[in-house]
């Protein structure tokens, strides 16, 4: 009899699951496994809403696997003792898992696979979370794309969609499942919070792919700018836990693509920003000091003023400029916000407040349900000037014009600033016009 861990991380479904399935065809017994890790539960970093979803989307899992007849087990503890603990108790022959390109999740893969070498154990590691992996797209020169345009172009003529099918856990009499503690809750994860979550798990997840490509999608590229309007797909919390997968996500944009001709330009636009996924991922794989500093090492010498009230009111949504107010509101009353506000609130703690990219990137991880390193991190450098291409340090928005072009009628400052009119919403707590030549001197500076 043969038998598999699967070891769940960031890929919380059981179809289109590339190191499950490849788990249960090579296998006669497949040990479903997840770790709470302490070390990403205690990092700086991780905040309540994303692990509130997690445990969400892990009920959700439980559930669907005893449907399909198997067991989840849950550990809490260091992995690589965790880890050690299950392949004894088991007797696995094949430890399964997707691969994570973040700097963390590499040395603790190393030290797992380490560790299951050690016990002749058999590692599988798969390509699971993106469409193309780092090193399946490279320059001619062999070396990593640094500018977007021209990967993007590699990427799509690399574009070959196919999705896998759904897993069942087959039940062998004489195989005794290892022990397993009950999923946790936050409480006990030392985690609290009192956000709504969106509806959590693969077919939460599936459902909302298939709202969206069958209504929205359809005029994405004209609405996807305008915070008061739904007219992204929100499915960022989704894929960021893998209860969705990316080659299911790109698979049906095609395929609407393919079957309304009209919808070719709007799905392509949204395939595109899949294809920035992939891109931050593979900056975070081929330059992994993006985590800790600037892509850009001479904008490691800025000097930022970090002045700490200031920082508390963005945080707060409370700097009198009330876009910016009303995404970072949204952001904290609902742990997600909208692309657009993600730029103007990002570059406006950078280009106004003269804040350090690293204190931004830091509350969006504590807050975000998607929080992400690499697309987060990618994101920041890409506001702040310091990452890879596209935005010059001298393009500043306004954040006065950006909305009125992008909330005209105030329809969403007033869903989360409803005082904005009054005498009860403060100042503005800088001077554009001036913050924007301060910060244009300091970048010069360098
Ligand atoms: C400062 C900043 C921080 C960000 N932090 C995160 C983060 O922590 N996690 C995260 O998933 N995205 C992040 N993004 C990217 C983007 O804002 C979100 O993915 C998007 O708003 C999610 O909403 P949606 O699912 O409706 O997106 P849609 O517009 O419907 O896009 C579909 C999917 O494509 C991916 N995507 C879209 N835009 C981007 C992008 N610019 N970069 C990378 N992937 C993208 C997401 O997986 C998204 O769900 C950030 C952007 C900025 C500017």
Redesign the pocket.
């Known amino acids: 009899m043969k038998i598999a861990l699967h070891w769940f991380r960031c890929d919380l479904r059981l179809s289109d699951n590339t190191a499950l399935l490849a788990a249960s065809k090579e296998s006669d017994v497949v040990v479903p496994v997840f770790i709470f890790d302490p070390a990403i539960l205690s990092a700086p970093d991780i905040g309540a809403p994303i692990v509130a979803f997690m445990i969400e989307c892990l009920r959700s899992l439980e559930k669907n696997i005893e449907v399909a007849g198997g067991r989840l087990i849950f550990r809490h503890g260091p992995v690589v003792q965790e880890m050690s603990f299950l392949l004894r108790e088991t007797g696995a022959q094949a430890l399964h898992y997707n691969r994570d390109y973040e700097p963390y999740a590499r040395e603790r893969d190393a030290a797992v696979e380490k560790l299951a070498h050690s016990m002749g154990v058999e590692v599988c590691s798969h390509k699971d979370g993106v469409i193309h992996e780092p090193d399946e797209i490279l320059k001619d020169d062999g070396r990593p794309y640094r500018v977007f345009t021209p990967y993007s172009h590699a990427w799509r003529a690399r574009l070959r969609s196919a999705v896998l099918p759904a897993v069942k856990f087959a039940r062998l009499s004489g195989f005794k499942p290892p022990k397993s503690i009950p999923l946790p809750t936050m409480k006990q994860l030392g985690f609290s919070t009192s956000i709504c979550l969106p509806p959590a798990g693969e077919r939460a997840g599936r459902e909302s792919l298939g709202r969206?490509m069958a209504e929205d999608v359809l005029q994405?590229a004209s609405r996807?700018d305008f915070p008061a309007e739904e007219g992204?797909?929100?499915?960022?919390p989704h894929?960021?836990m893998g209860t969705l997968s990316?080659r299911t996500?790109v698979a049906m944009a095609e395929k609407a693509a393919e079957a309304h001709p009209k919808m070719h330009p709007h799905a392509e636009t949204?395939v595109k920003?899949?294809i920035?996924?992939d891109?931050?991922r593979q900056v975070l794989w081929h330059f992994p000091h993006v985590a800790t500093s600037s892509f850009k090492p001479e904008f490691n010498e800025l000097k930022w003023e970090n002045d700490k009230r200031f920082f508390d009111a963005w945080c707060e949504g409370r700097t009198g400029f009330p876009l910016v107010d009303a995404g970072m509101r949204q952001l904290n009353a609902k742990g997600?916000?909208?692309?657009r506000l993600?730029?103007i609130?990002?570059t406006f703690l950078t280009k106004d407040l003269l804040i350090s990219w690293q204190w931004?990137?830091r509350y969006?991880?504590q807050k975000?349900i998607?929080?992400?390193?690499?697309?987060?991190n990618?994101?920041?450098q890409?506001?702040a000037g310091t990452g890879t291409d596209a935005q010059p340090y001298f393009r500043i928005f306004n954040p006065i014009s950006q909305a009125r072009k992008f909330d005209p009628e105030g329809v969403f400052i007033r869903r989360y600033v409803p005082e904005a009119d009054t005498l009860a919403y403060p100042a503005p707590i800088v001077d554009h016009a001036r913050q924007r030549l301060k910060a244009l001197a300091l970048y010069k500076r360098l």
């Not at 992204?232 to 960022?236: I, K, M, V």
């Not at 997600?336 to 692309?339: A, E, I, K, S, Y």
């Open positions: 969206f994405y996807r992204t797909s929100r499915l960022s894929i960021r990316p996500v949204f920003e899949m920035w996924r891109f931050y997600w916000m909208h692309n993600r730029m609130t990002a931004g990137e969006f991880m975000l998607d929080a992400d390193l690499a697309s987060n990618g994101g920041w890409w506001c």
